[in-house]
């Protein structure tokens, strides 16, 4: 038998890192950094997990990032049909911040120099895109 | 005061399609009660642990309770991803320590197959910090582990085939395990011409969807005096603990699981263990994917940081070698039903040190095992050491 149907559509209070969303839509990608201990966040967070002080300076995180790591997907959870394709997923360094982002080109190398960008997928929602610093890497799938 | 395990039941892991999560729970805990040989109204609390969402029952604890008959005694319902079922034998362990009760039951149960692949995938990719990562870039499980393969990969040269080895072991003892949810051997070429399904991982480096249940029962020393069963009694001798944050990239590195190193630390400093190798029999590591057993064998110090690849080519993982992990097929092939999993690896232990796994038993010189159990992607760390 089938259950009855049930959806589950949540809320997201961003109020308190509202800017962050903003810096998307302009093409810009923020961290924190705690005024009082000099903590740094990405992502972003307005109270400070170290010294529990709520007082934070918005840093731009720019650049030349180095990937770490990555994982291109070929099986897609519920939400992400409409890519279509397999997408890159990696995690850059850019100085103290690490940022999560899609990779826009097939499968990148972990030590590959990329640069920071947003955008918006077809769904609306913004995110960080990294582009290949150099050249594209051999197509290997 | 110790505290041992007199009891432990498993389900046939699998597709369970033929059973309630209420049904399938009872499996275990009925075993488990029988193995033990008390009577049900010896037990005085139960500890459910299910991670859920993926089950229409939404919060399943008294339904599994009721059903098995322990309405009054409980239920601690917990939750800790993929390393529930340890969090649930944490609980009854502590509820005895504290002498709230002297006979408390871990019940560990999943069912994962009651929604379609893509629902399964987001759940576990809902499962890091939603809005910083599966909100915006879709990442699933799979691709958590994938990104740690990378990384690993790239620092250490491991190689997929390395990996597959992991997927081959495992499936060689899943087969003569009747409890996995994966009988059948499979070859290196087969794993490693599987489809990718988060490079640099395959099908064959992932462990599958599975339901199943699992139930140790625990109980103080003077209680198991009381009650005759010392000879079958399997001690906790340690018990180590630790967690990682949720942002991935909050992370110092992606070659290893912190929370793995810590809570071995823990664990091996209770049960006096400074040489893991050579003073455990057999261990259960969390190869939910291949990479994860290759970093564990690092990261519970069972090799150098960066030798796991090496460890698992040399066969030192295998019947024979260094030390013997996962003769019961691990995650990878028994199956990895989220909540049943750690429950299910001490179920697996105790039968080895009381000499009753059958083909796979192990040689016992120093009748100690360990069982490692992550939730995430060292989200949460649990560590075992079980001796008699
Ligand atoms: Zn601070």
Redesign the interface.
Known sequence: ME?RTFILKHK?P?ARVEKYWKGLEEGKVYGTVCKICGAKY??PQVDCSKCYNSEVEWVEISGEGTI??????????????F?GR??T???AKFGD??????YEGD?P???EKVKIKTGKDETG????YFEPWGELNEHR? | MRVGIIGVGCSKFGVRDDVTLQELAFEAVKEAIEDAGISKEDIEMSVVGTAGTRSYELMPAVPINEYCGFTGKGPIRVEAACATGSAAVYTAYSTIKSGIADVVIAIGVEKMNEVDTPTSLAVGGRSGSYLWEFHQYGTTFPGYYAMHASAHMARYGTTEKQLAMVAVKNHRNAAKNPKAQFQKEITLEKALSSRYVAYPLRLFDCSAITDGSAAAILASEEKIKELGLKDQAVWIEGIGYSSDTANLSKRIDYVGLKATVEASRMAYKMAKIDDPVKQLDVAALHDCFTIAEIMAYEDLGFCKKGEGGKFIENGDSDFGGKIPVNTFGGLKAKGHPLGATGVGMVYEIVKQLRGEAGELQVDLKNYKGLTHNIGGTGHFGWVFILGV
Request: proline share 8%; hydrophobic share 50%; with cysteine.
């Open positions: 259950s997201l961003i990405y992502p770490e790591c990555f994982t291109q997907l070929h099986s897609f959870p519920q939400g992400f049909e890519v397999p997408y997923i990696a995690i911040f690490k940022v999560m982002g899609w499968i190398k972990v030590g929602v913004w995110k960080v799938l």
